[in-house]
């Protein structure tokens, strides 16, 4: 059974940083994307960053370009994002989660994954 599990969040003052871990236990034959959503109370899940598998290409939302960074350690199994410059619109649930087929959704269509971590909760104060 896989499960993502993530850590890391916490509060924090604006302009402060935080990084994000999302381990995964569990056997996967293949994954395409993994990425990191979050979500604010009353909003939809948006995705945050991504990261291509298969050749290591990374993709980011327009409002964190500059200040997140997302990779991965495969030796442990491990994404993460460093999140730098932090915002109060930062602010919100933040999941890991993984795409294990080709189909047509983009990077950022929460469709697109299969497996889903509880959530790390990220809270940046003005």
């Known amino acids: 059974q896989v499960q993502l599990v993530e850590s890391g969040g916490g509060s924090v003052q604006a302009g402060g940083s935080l990084k994000l871990s999302c381990v995964r236990s569990g056997y996967i034959y293949s994954t395409y994307y993994m990425a990191w959503f979050r979500q604010a109370p009353g909003k939809e899940r948006e995705g945050v960053a991504a990261?291509?598998?298969?050749?290591?290409?990374?993709y980011y939302a327009d409002s964190v370009k500059g200040r997140f960074t997302i990779s991965r350690d495969n030796a442990k199994n491990t994404l993460y994002l460093q999140m730098n410059s932090l915002k109060p619109e930062d602010t919100a649930m933040y999941y890991c989660?993984?795409?294990?087929?080709?189909?047509?959704?983009?990077?950022?269509?929460?469709?697109?994954?299969?497996?889903w971590g509880q959530g790390t909760q990220v809270t940046v104060s003005s």
């Open positions: 990261i291509y598998t298969r050749a290591g290409g990374t």
């Open positions: 989660a993984a795409d294990t087929s080709a189909d047509g959704y983009r990077w950022y269509e929460k469709q697109k994954y299969g497996y």
